[in-house]
């Protein structure tokens, strides 16, 4: 192939453009993520969940999570009346495939999306004996596997019951907000597949993100507040029965 | 004056220590990882190693790149926000290498995942009790997915 230096100059910029649709495919790596300029959290937005399952099965596949356990998993609640105190909640199969019929007027329903809730000042990570798990300075909480013993004090430490053992490496797991993807751009799996945006993933540190507004203008709630973990997975518009 | 009678025995004592004590240290040295400590209490090259996890779902900026033809037609319509792969799965693999086709989807088994009536679903959410709705016709007869509204004079 003859080029003389006009045309190579001439075509330098074409190979360019065309070079970013080449790395389009795969998503990049970020070496210029750091660490500390992000807060990791997420928004649910309860009255926007509609049941259908896709955040369980697509975190499943996003994280080869073992049958019968679950990162993230969806209940149905059920409260009839007036008793708030007693609702009745069920997930069956973590709500993987759907939930069964409801009758009519039978009392309030709703949908409450669950995964670990990313404290700030975590039980699961204070009680672990050997540094195993930990919170990452962006925020999110995770374990490292390969330093982990399976003695499960974290699983019993979660007041959401967010971790398990794994059945066949015998270490902790849980959900790492996908920690995979958001360092490079992506959101997370359940966020990315959820059709009516009840999951938003937020960067609190970011003051152009949207969470500063809907925070400052919604009933926002954590889950179990009066237990000081800090909790930063947001749910607007949640129950009272909640638990 | 002498305090202590038969000081040997402490210094044999205090020399075990010592000898102990250095011991500890040329193993902590090697079983402590390098990175443990460079964060906090825990090993620092964790971090690294989870953030290199495989990526299975794409994202739909990835899509977008060459199904830009979808993205106008489905920005149209009212599954503007519904992201590619909510329906068609996890595809990186696909993005990675067009060469490997996505499966063929099933409208009858994924329309009604979402609109399926249900009482516990938000009052606004259009449900359809799919038997009644359609009388059994497939849904992409009238719905075409990517823009579901029905087309040519049909009610929206």
Known sequence: MNIDRRHFLIMLP?????????LAGTPEESPNYTMTGHWWSMLIDIPKCIGCGNCVRACAAENDVPEGHFRTWV???H??????????????DGGKEGFPAVPEDAGKYFFVPKLCNQCTDSPCTQVCPVGATFITPDGVVLVDQTY???CAYCVQACPYGCRYLHPEKKVADKCTLCYHRITKGLTTACCESCPTGARQLCDLKDPNDPIHAFLKTHHVQVLKPQMATGAKVFYNELDGSVR | MKRFKDTGHLLRFAFLFVIAFVVFLVVRHFVVPKSFGEYGHYRGAAIGEIAAHPIHFAGHQTCETCHADILTVKTTGKHANVNCEACHGPLAKHADDPSITPPKLDT??????????????PKGFP????????GGLACETCHQPHSPAIQAGGTK
Not at chain 1, 16 to 21: D, E, F, S, V, Y
Not at chain 1, 79 to 85: A, I
């Open chain 1, 148 to 150: 982990c013993l399976g």
């Open chain 2, 127 to 134: 449900q359809v009790d799919a038997d009644q709705h359609s």
């Open chain 2, 108 to 121: 009858a088994v994924l329309c009604i995942r979402c609109h399926a009536a249900s009482a516990a679903k």
């Open chain 1, 79 to 92: 409260v009839t009346d007036w008793d708030m105190v007693n609702p009745q909640v069920i997930s069956p």
């Open chain 1, 14 to 22: 074409a190979a360019a453009i065309a070079w970013k649709h080449v």
């Open chain 1, 75 to 77: 209940e149905r609640y």
